[in-house]
């Protein structure tokens, strides 16, 4: 019998796991006021996001600040304890429970059955995130209950779109190398630089299957028109698939013959 799974199924977490809209991004906002006095309207983040080269929100946050002709532009240093007394109001290695910042406005986008499904139809998963390793665990570990999720953060791998987290946690999901017999390895973002991560792995293996899904991040979800042109960049940029919502993957992975669920 054997010992690979239907499929490999990894997830961006913010905007994928959980609802990044009143914390990450309020944070490059709280943060670009700090400095600057001026706040950027959600469309300016959207627009600077979908370049694809902005994944990590720090350096998001110094670009805004260029951008709007801000200076001196302030050490990358200052700014990120400033972006962190914003979003974790506490010790990032310390109790989360003394956290008073803005990670505790996250609605999860999934719930833990979502989880147990993907198990009972034969799926490996993990997670490959820009976020900060004690925010990532927070949300997978404290309020998910995932027991040592495999986990790519912050500062093991390059920053996306460079695969090699996605690449590095792939193949020992997959129970083997990745290529010619290995089971289709997905990646569920919502940015360019998510999708754009999977055309390079691609590039890097090309006789493995990739597949590209992709969901608009929440703050999106009530405004049609601009949940619309986001979407089109990212099938522009290279996504297979947009789903509507990430608890709607198992659909998708059916419609693209990706698994088979009895």
Not at 176 to 195: K, Q, S
Not at 221 to 230: K, L, M, S
Request: proline content about 10%.
């Amino acid at each position: 019998m054997s010992t690979r799974p239907q499929a490999v199924v990894l997830f961006d977490i913010d905007g994928v796991i959980r609802d990044v809209s009143a914390s990450y991004r309020r944070a490059i906002v709280e943060t670009v006021h700090h400095y600057a006095g001026q706040r950027p309207a959600p469309a300016a983040i959207d627009a600077l996001k979908s370049e694809g080269c902005w994944n990590n929100d720090w350096e998001a946050s110094l670009e805004l600040l260029r951008r709007a002709g801000h200076t001196p532009l302030p050490a990358f240093a200052a700014l990120v304890a400033v972006f962190e007394t914003f979003y974790f109001g506490g010790d990032p290695e310390g109790d989360p429970s003394q956290w008073q910042g803005f990670i505790g406005d996250e609605p999860l986008l999934v719930q833990p059955s979502f989880f147990a499904a993907l198990t009972a139809a034969d799926l490996t998963y993990g997670f490959v995130s820009g976020a900060e390793p004690p925010s990532c665990r927070y949300v997978l570990e404290t309020r998910l209950g995932l027991v040592n999720p495999p986990l790519i953060a912050m500062g093991d791998a390059p920053d996306k779109p460079d695969p090699t987290g996605l690449l590095r946690l792939a193949a020992p999901l997959a129970g083997g190398p990745l290529g010619v017999g290995a089971p289709p390895v997905v990646y569920l973002g919502d940015t360019v630089a998510d999708v754009l991560t999977v055309q390079r792995a691609r590039a890097a293996f090309a006789e493995q299957r990739f597949l590209s899904l992709a969901v608009a991040p929440p703050h999106l979800h009530g405004h049609p028109e601009a949940r619309t042109t986001y979407e089109a960049k990212l099938l522009e940029a290279g996504a297979d698939a947009v789903i509507p919502s990430t608890g709607l993957l198992l659909n998708q992975l059916q419609r693209l013959d990706a698994i088979k669920v009895p």
